[in-house]
């Protein structure tokens, strides 16, 4: 068994992949594995009919050489309709199989953390997993159904000829061993070579994006960097060509020399076979029947092979896409169905809270405790980088505490249910998305039972200071936003930015409100406007904003400042005024850009 292991270990993801095929369309699977078996056999029928037709033929039988002629006829007729139904079916399942498959690596993406995002290893797996999606559990399904298939043409006639040679068996086969050890050697190497260049090869994909992308063309036109970037996508498309070019050069050499031992062994059997009948040992019926059994023999036997090389490759491919399925994430570790209260409160509680990111030594957030109780009103201001989004993201769950225990109305945030969580969450980021889609699925993302109820969408815009937008637009709410489609109409980043704030105004029944720096692209009095209503709107409800504009910051009932991941102060605008520290010092610069 000891022998076998390696051999086993190589097949491990086909029956996995077998039973994602089954479980994507029962039917199909059934239907094309009944043909396959028609396929293989009918063949082997067709071949013995040509012998007794022939055999007839030599005995001037004419009525028994007709019925043979309409026998293999209809033979024929019977084998082109399996095959033609096979292929179709074949090619039904495919697809079938290659949505079903991409559909469950995104249901498996959207339970990635937000870290897990930002890891490039698993970013990695992601990309790999959904690059050979689409075809290769299907080239899976097709390759076992091929070894079935020519197995049994096979078996049929290595029968024929074991009754002539057991010899010309023995040579059927060891013939044809090397060229699939060679091959399957080959697809090993490839499959290195393009799992090791995973990353240079989202680079190239990146490259793509930035050269024909609409997003990016101002500034790569205004930057004149077009040249510099092409001239990059070039280099690391040829390296790969290069890389390609040797590995298929020497898979093709050693393919052609292997090959001839093959043809060698055929013409071997092909100069005894003739000999035989020459001197009248086989009839020219037999003689026929053993050539045709000895060359599809041959083939069915070298496909089998073949099959059983492509089923190693697409192993190796396959072994992508479960290893990514197998990742683990926060979503998938079972939540208490009674989560422990630790403190009885209404509110954010930060204990001991601490984060970094992957492998980086230096803190961006550091022994943070504090408590945010319910309704009230906290901004956090800072300089870049000091970790003020990082706070936002470890408030709502995208990031786990390295160290320390963050805790929503007593209860630990791990512990809670996340569709629950999110629920009372309605956040605004500053980097929010800019949705291909019209202005009601744009606004309604933010609530999607709502997405069909036109005053709650009018007054949602209406908060996001998105109302009179709405009025220059051609149809209305069904109006197609961005370029990417038809009849599709652009928005400034302004624009745009009102859209994401009446996407988050839609989610009236959050209790906790926050806003990443989301007004960026207003003016000084649409940000006014908007944190106004802001102020209005979250009345009795906890809410959190990062801003560097003071003016807005001061509405806070209390205002922390985060320097280099800590909290260094923390009061209301006048208690920080009155500390003359970090806060009034930033004040001051600011209302000197206002003199």
Not at 143 to 148: E, M, R
Not at 498 to 522: C, H, Q, V, W, Y
């Amino acid at each position: 068994m000891t022998l076998f292991q390696p051999l086993i270990a190589s097949f491990k993801f086909s029956l996995p992949s077998l039973k994602l095929a089954w479980k994507t369309a029962p039917p199909l699977v059934l239907l094309v594995f009944v043909l396959t078996i028609f396929s293989a056999m009918l063949p082997v029928v067709v071949a013995y009919v040509g012998k007794a037709l022939i055999d007839a033929v030599v005995d001037k039988n004419v009525e028994l050489s007709v019925t043979f002629v309409l026998i293999e006829g209809v033979l024929v007729v019977v084998m082109n309709g399996v095959n033609k139904g096979y292929s179709s079916t074949q090619q039904l399942l495919g697809v079938k199989l290659g949505y079903h498959v991409n559909t469950i690596i995104l249901e498996k993406a959207v339970t990635l953390d937000l870290q897990q995002f930002e890891n490039p290893d698993i970013y990695d797996q992601l990309v790999k997993a959904r690059r050979n999606a689409s075809s290769r559990p299907a080239s899976m399904l097709n390759d076992s159904l091929n070894v079935v298939k020519h197995t049994i043409t096979f078996l049929s006639y290595i029968g024929v000829l074991a009754t002539y040679s057991a010899w010309m068996v023995v040579g059927l086969m060891v013939a044809a061993i090397p060229g699939t050890v060679s091959e399957m050697k080959f697809s090993n190497m490839g499959f290195r070579l393009r799992n090791w260049r995973s990353q240079d090869n989202r680079k190239l994909n990146y490259l793509e994006v930035v050269l024909s992308n609409d997003e990016h063309a101002k500034e790569v036109k205004i930057l004149g960097v077009s040249d510099v970037l092409l001239s990059r996508y070039k280099s690391l498309a040829s390296r790969f060509y290069k890389e390609d070019k040797t590995l298929a050069v020497k898979k093709s050499l050693w393919g052609y020399v292997l090959a001839q031992l093959s043809t060698a062994s055929f013409y071997g059997c092909y100069i005894v076979l003739v000999s035989s009948a020459a001197i009248g040992t086989i009839s020219l019926g037999l003689l026929t029947f053993y050539l045709a059994a000895f060359r599809q023999g041959q083939m069915a036997f070298q496909n089998t092979l073949i099959s059983l090389g492509s089923m190693y490759e697409n192993n190796l491919y396959m072994s992508n896409l479960f290893d990514f399925l197998s990742i683990e994430t926060s979503k998938s570790i079972p939540v208490p169905a009674c989560p422990h209260v630790h403190f009885q409160e209404k509110g954010i509680r930060f204990e001991k809270v601490g984060f970094h990111y992957r492998d980086k030594s230096q803190w961006a957030l550091r022994d943070i405790s504090m408590f945010v109780p319910a309704g009230e009103k906290l901004a956090l201001v800072g300089h870049n980088g000091a970790g003020k989004s990082t706070f936002i993201k470890l408030v709502c769950r995208l990031y786990i505490p390295t160290e320390g225990t963050i805790y929503l109305d007593g209860i630990n945030v791990q512990e809670w249910e996340y569709a629950s969580l999110t629920k009372r969450l309605g956040i605004v980021f500053q980097d929010f998305n800019r949705y291909q889609f019209s202005v009601r699925e744009n606004v309604g993302l933010g609530n999607m039972a709502r997405m069909n109820d036109e005053a709650c969408l009018h007054k949602a815009m209406k908060n996001g200071g998105a109302a009179e937008l709405l009025n220059t637009l051609t149809r209305g709410l069904d109006t197609q936003l961005g370029r990417w489609f038809d009849d599709g109409e652009e928005l400034s980043g302004g624009q745009w930015q009102k859209i994401a704030l009446s996407r988050g105004f839609m989610r009236e029944n959050a209790d906790i409100l926050i806003l990443d720096e989301p007004t960026a692209a207003l003016d000084a009095q649409a940000e006014q406007d908007v944190f106004e209503r802001f102020t209005h709107l979250t009345k009795g409800k906890t809410s959190i904003v990062i801003s560097h504009r003071f003016p807005t910051v001061r509405m806070a009932d209390r205002i922390l400042v985060i320097e280099k991941g800590r909290i260094v102060e923390q009061g209301s605008h006048t208690d920080l005024l009155g500390q003359k520290g970090v806060y009034a010092h930033l004040f001051k610069l600011q209302a000197k850009g206002y003199e």
